[in-house]
C-alpha cells in the first residue's frame, strides 16, 4: 500500500519560510514523478511544483508560475522523499499543501500539511 506523509506546514508571517518534506513508502518511487499541490478554502487544489528523476542523481523540477522564484522543489537521494522550500510566503499562500506521487499521472496522494500565512 502507497503512502505519503508530509510534515512541516504551520503558521508563519508574511515574508517568512517554511520547509514541507513527504516521504513515501509502499513503493518505488525512482521512477516517480513527486510533486506538491495546495487548495486554498473554496477554492480548486492547484499544481505548486514537481520533479521527475532524469538521470542519475539529477531531476527535473517544474513550477506553477506564481511560486517561481519564491519556491524550490528538491528530490532527496532516497528518491522516495520531496522537499518544498517556500521563501517569501505571501498570505495567498495560504492552503492545505499536498505531497502527490505517480508514473505518467498523480496517483497517490498524502493527506495534507496546512500552511497559513499571516499578513
Known amino acids: 500500500q502507497v503512502q505519503l506523509v508530509e510534515s512541516g506546514g504551520g503558521l508563519v508571517q508574511a515574508g517568512g519560510s517554511l520547509r514541507l518534506s513527504c516521504a513515501g513508502s509502499g513503493s518505488t518511487f525512482s521512477t516517480y514523478a513527486m510533486g506538491w499541490f495546495r487548495q486554498a478554502p473554496g477554492k480548486e487544489r492547484e499544481f505548486v511544483a514537481g520533479?521527475?528523476?532524469?538521470?542519475?542523481?539529477?531531476?527535473?523540477?517544474d513550477y506553477a508560475d506564481f511560486v517561481k522564484g519564491r519556491f524550490t522543489i528538491a528530490r532527496g537521494l532516497a528518491k522516495n522523499t520531496v522537499y518544498l522550500q517556500m521563501n517569501k510566503l505571501k498570505p495567498e499562500d495560504t492552503a492545505v499543501y499536498y505531497c502527490?506521487?505517480?508514473?505518467?499521472?498523480?496517483?497517490?496522494w498524502g493527506q495534507g500539511t496546512q500552511v497559513t500565512v499571516s499578513s
Open positions: 520533479t521527475r528523476w532524469s538521470g542519475r542523481n539529477s531531476s527535473y523540477a
Open positions: 502527490a506521487a505517480g508514473g505518467y499521472e498523480y496517483k497517490y
